[in-house]
């Protein structure tokens, strides 16, 4: 009787504590283990045991706890936006400058003044008042390819008579007619129009040289030319044709006349103006000493606007003696023919 009662209760005590087994709780992570028994037969691998999960219970706050908490996360939230300074004494600082957008490919221009190695334009606009120019390294003839070779002078430079000289070629008459006229050196076109009456076709270009230390300008006057190559404006290089050598529209036997002026207001308007050496170059002469100048190829500045007195003169109105033939010539170009052929001859 004791024996069936101490079997019942040790069977009632086991199931009692293998119940009390299977309600233990474990971290999420934690994989169950297996439990192995043994016995007296040997070790057998006993099931894995199903374990419940229950979370953590949350620990509660107190209304204070809560309120410090608030507190702390608005204060944070204003040092974040910069609401707050360090010292509230000072005022904030300004807010940086918006960096100036430059595109990645974009260039500053550079502003400058003319260096003597950048080379003048080749045109300038009838409006403008100045030119550029290169520095004349030199002068030459403007018949005969710069040496006057197979021309002669008809007339010479004489002050208060003729104030430039008369090229002609040695053939006479009109047998040079159409024949290069080329500027005697580097310069600017001032003028060059037709200016009927006893020019006919007229340009004058400027020049600048060094002498003496210092640029001097003057200017070339190319008289009653056949036709004219340039244009106002256009810059020009020693030796370069500019015109054909001409008769002014049928007045004289064709011939250069070329002066070479001092005075650059002179223009077209002798008559205002001293005919002697104060405001003209004896033209041979002035090309005999300046044949060869130092010069490094600088460009200078010089006026174009300078003719005053020739803004008052109608052009298109003057007399043109085209059909006013004169038969060509004078006794002194004759003579100058002469002797010119005489000392071909002789060489």
């Known amino acids: 009787m004791w024996g069936k009662v101490v079997i019942c209760t040790l069977i009632v005590g086991a199931f009692g504590a293998t119940t009390y087994g299977q309600q233990v709780e474990i971290p999420r992570e934690q994989k169950p283990q297996t439990k192995r028994a043994s016995s007296q037969r040997g070790m ?3 099931r894995p045991q199903q374990v419940a999960y229950v979370a953590p219970a949350t620990p509660k706050l107190t209304i204070e706890q809560m309120r410090q908490a608030g507190a702390a996360a608005a204060q944070k939230v204003r ?3 910069h609401d707050l300074d360090a010292d509230a004494s000072e005022p904030p600082p300004p807010p940086p400058k918006p960096k100036k957008q430059v595109a990645a490919n974009a260039v500053r221009p550079v502003e400058h003044s003319p260096r003597e190695s950048e080379p003048p334009p080749p ?3 009838l409006s403008s008042q100045t030119a550029f120019t290169k520095i004349a390294d030199g002068f030459d003839f403007p018949v005969g390819n710069g040496e006057a070779r197979g021309y002669y002078k008809a007339r010479g430079f004489r002050a208060h008579g003729h104030m430039g000289e008369d090229w002609d070629g040695i053939g006479g008459g009109d047998t040079d007619l159409g024949d290069p006229v080329t500027v ?10 037709d200016c009927h009456q006893g020019w006919g076709n007229v340009i004058i270009v400027r020049h600048a040289f060094r002498e003496g230390g210092s640029v001097r300008n003057v200017d070339s006057l190319y008289g009653h030319l056949n036709k004219i190559l340039v244009r106002r404006g256009q810059t020009v290089k020693r030796g370069q044709q500019i015109a054909e050598i001409g008769n002014a529209h049928g007045l004289y036997d064709a011939h250069l006349h070329l002066e070479v002026r001092r005075n650059l207001a002179i223009g077209m308007s002798r008559a205002k103006f001293a005919e002697d050496s104060t405001n ?3 033209p041979s002469d002035f090309i005999a000493t300046h044949r060869h100048l130092q010069t490094s190829g600088a460009s200078y500045r010089v006026a174009m606007n300078t003719f005053t007195y020739d ?3 109608n052009w298109d109105k003057l007399r043109n003696f085209s059909h006013a033939r004169s038969g060509g010539g004078s006794s002194e ?3 100058a023919l002469k002797k010119a052929l005489s000392t071909q001859n002789a060489q």
């Open 79 to 81: 040092e974040e936006e």
């Open 123 to 125: 045109i300038i606009p």
């Open 311 to 313: 803004s008052k003169i």
């Open 184 to 193: 005697i050196g580097d310069g600017v076109v001032v003028f060059a129009r």
């Open 44 to 46: 057998v691998e006993a």
């Open 280 to 282: 003209y170059y004896d």
């Open 333 to 335: 170009s004759a003579y």
